[in-house]
C-alpha cells in the first residue's frame, strides 16, 4: 500500500467519521477493490480503524481515534500544498500523492490548500540576456500569503523612474519569470503586474479579493508578457534563414523569434523583434551567412552601413597583420 493513499484515508476518516470503499475509491482515484485492500492493510497493521456490514456500514476509527496529521496548521498545509501546484519542480508522483491529501483536508484548510496549489506560475523565458540569480525580494511571503489567502492589499510601488505611487490591489497569483518574481493583480483598470523587487510596501486590507470569472494565472501571465514583450521590442524585422541557422536563431532570439514556413527556394520565413532599427541591424550583422532581411528597408540601409564600414576597416589590412589574421582563422 502506497503511503500517499495511507495518509490520506486517515485524514478522510478524521474529516467524515465513516467512510465506505467506494467513497474511497473515488476520492482517491483508485479501484473500488483497491481500496478495500488499503482499508483491511490499515486494520491489519494496527491502525484502529473497524468496518460495520450492512445497509448504512463503512468504515471508522475506533472511538474517534485521530493521528498527529490532524496537527497540521493552516499555514503548514497551505505550505505542503504549494509544491503540488503546476509550477513546482516536484515529481508527477508526488504532485499526485498531495492532490489525493488536499481532499481529505479539513475545512477550512482544504480551500486554501488548493488556492496554494495554483498560486504559483514559473516561466523559464528570461527578458534580456542576465544570468545574475537575486534572492527572493522583501514582500514575497507576504503577498503570496495575500493570494492565498484571498484579501485585497494596499500595495505601495516604486516604477522604473522611481516614481513611487499606493493602490489597492487584488492579488490573484505570483509568477517567477527566470530571476525576477511578479505579482498578478485585478486593478480598477484591468489585470496588471508588479515587479515584487520594487514594491516598497504591502499592508492587507482583510477585504475579500473579486477573482475575474474563470480567471487562469498561466493564461494570464502569457498574456501579459507578451504585451510585455511588445512593448519592450515593438519593431518587427522580416528574413529568411536557411534551415541550418533556425537552431541558432532561437538560441540568440528566443520569444522574439517567430518561425514561419519555408519558402520556394528552401529557405525558412522568420519575423524577429526589436528594440529599434540600428540595434536590430548591429545584432543581425554578425548572422549574414544564413540570414537574409527583407524588411524593414531601414534595417537592410543599417546592415549595408555596417558591412561598408566592416569593408573599409579590415579589407585593406597591412600584409604583416593580414598574415596573423589568417593563422588565427579556424
Known amino acids: 500500500m502506497r503511503t500517499d493513499r495511507l495518509v490520506a484515508i486517515l485524514l478522510l476518516l478524521q474529516r467524515r467519521e465513516q467512510v465506505t470503499a467506494a467513497e474511497v475509491a473515488r476520492e482517491l482515484e483508485v479501484s473500488e477493490r483497491t481500496a478495500r485492500r488499503d482499508l483491511d492493510a490499515l486494520a491489519r497493521a494496527g491502525v484502529p480503524v ?3 456490514q450492512g445497509r448504512g456500514g463503512g468504515w471508522r476509527l475506533v472511538g ?3 493521528t498527529d496529521l490532524s496537527g497540521l496548521t493552516e499555514s503548514e498545509a497551505r505550505a505542503l500544498f504549494l509544491v503540488a501546484g503546476p509550477a513546482s519542480a516536484t515529481t508527477p508522483a508526488v504532485k499526485a500523492a498531495l492532490r489525493k491529501l488536499v481532499r481529505a483536508l479539513p475545512e477550512p484548510f482544504r480551500v486554501q490548500a488548493e488556492t496554494a496549489a495554483t498560486s504559483l506560475a514559473r516561466d ?6 542576465s544570468r545574475v540569480e537575486h534572492p527572493p525580494p522583501r514582500f514575497l511571503d507576504e503577498l503570496q500569503d495575500a493570494v492565498i489567502r484571498g484579501v485585497q492589499v494596499r500595495l505601495g510601488y ?7 505611487t499606493e493602490r489597492t490591489v487584488h492579488p490573484l497569483g505570483i509568477v517567477a519569470k527566470g530571476p525576477s518574481w511578479y505579482l498578478v493583480s485585478d486593478t480598477g483598470t484591468g489585470l496588471r503586474s508588479f515587479r515584487i523587487d520594487r514594491v516598497s510596501s504591502a499592508d492587507p486590507t482583510g477585504d475579500p479579493v473579486h477573482r475575474p470569472p474563470g480567471f ?11 504585451e510585455i514583450d511588445r512593448r519592450r521590442t515593438p519593431l518587427e524585422t522580416q528574413a529568411v534563414c536557411a534551415p541550418q541557422g533556425i537552431g541558432l536563431l532561437r538560441a540568440l532570439l ?6 514561419g514556413g519555408p519558402t520556394v527556394d528552401g529557405r525558412i520565413e522568420v519575423v524577429i523583434r526589436g528594440n529599434n532599427e540600428y540595434a536590430l541591424a548591429v545584432e543581425l550583422a554578425g548572422l549574414t551567412e544564413w540570414l537574409e532581411v527583407t524588411g524593414p528597408p531601414g534595417v537592410r540601409d543599417h546592415l549595408a552601413a555596417i558591412g561598408n564600414a566592416l569593408v573599409e576597416r579590415y579589407a585593406c589590412l597591412p600584409p604583416a597583420l593580414s598574415v596573423a589574421a589568417d593563422s588565427m582563422t579556424p
Open 50 to 52: 473497524y468496518s460495520t
Open 64 to 66: 474517534g481515534a485521530r
Open 124 to 129: 523559464p523565458e528570461r527578458w534580456g540576456s
Open 158 to 164: 516604486v516604477d522604473r523612474e522611481g516614481a513611487e
Open 216 to 226: 487562469d494565472l498561466a493564461e494570464s501571465w502569457r498574456e501579459i508578457a507578451d
Open 254 to 259: 528566443g520569444g522574439r523569434l517567430q518561425v
